[in-house]
């Protein structure tokens, strides 16, 4: 019975921290604009910057990534049970992304769950992250296509934690969390194929 209490409240302590909504609360706090009904509707770094500017996209980027690195890092350093496969972390890491995308103080709608993608993967193997992260940034930075920096890079996750012999409940995870993250990605997909995407300026 312990087991799954410990169990019930990692997720759900991971899923009330995943929907904090960043990008939201420092667009309102600012401007008192929904950012909901701006640009894509996403709550994400990248809508922030159509708003705010390059700084607050930064900021937004670091913050949601800290928001999906530290329920991992809490599970990890203090999950007493299901240690052996990795479980518990994983748990976070999915419950994060979820609590992002469908956030329960936004009546379930969120971003995209990039940062807090890859905040989660940072706090599972560190190297893994920051090679996630820097294919993230050099494909962004060349295409000037954020929605295909994230997709490549999420993409490559789960091999990159094959590669480097992780657990197979990381390996799992990312390649869920790539699924889904891309899903979510779907109508930047359709402007990408159309030549519609925006670009970074």
């Not at 640009?39 to 705010?52: D, E, F, I, L, Q």
């Not at 091999?159 to 990605?185: E, K, R």
Request: charged residues 10%.
């Amino acid at each position: 019975m312990e087991k799954f209490l410990e169990l019930a409240a990692v997720v759900v302590s991971a899923y009330l921290i995943g929907s904090i909504p960043t990008g939201y609360i420092i667009v309102k706090s600012f401007t008192g604009q929904d950012i909901r009904t701006i640009g894509s509707g996403s709550t994400g770094a990248t809508n922030v910057k159509r708003v705010m500017g390059k700084k607050w996209f930064f900021i937004t980027l670091l913050l949601d990534a800290f928001k999906g690195a530290l329920p991992v890092v809490l599970a990890k350093i203090f999950a007493t049970t299901f240690t052996g496969i990795g479980l518990l972390p994983v748990l976070a890491a999915v419950a994060v992304i979820l609590g992002h995308s469908k956030s329960i103080f936004l009546k379930f709608t969120g971003g995209k769950s990039v940062a807090s993608g890859v905040g989660t993967i940072l706090a599972l193997n560190w190297m893994v992250g920051l090679i996630i992260a820097t294919i993230w940034a050099i494909i962004t930075f060349v295409s000037r296509y954020v929605s295909l920096g994230s997709i490549i890079a999420l993409a490559i996750s789960p091999f990159l934690m094959y590669a480097f012999h992780q657990p197979v409940a990381y390996i799992g995870y990312c390649a869920l969390g790539a699924i889904y993250i891309i899903y979510l990605h779907r109508s930047n997909i359709a402007r990408l194929i159309k030549g519609e995407e925006n670009k970074v300026r």
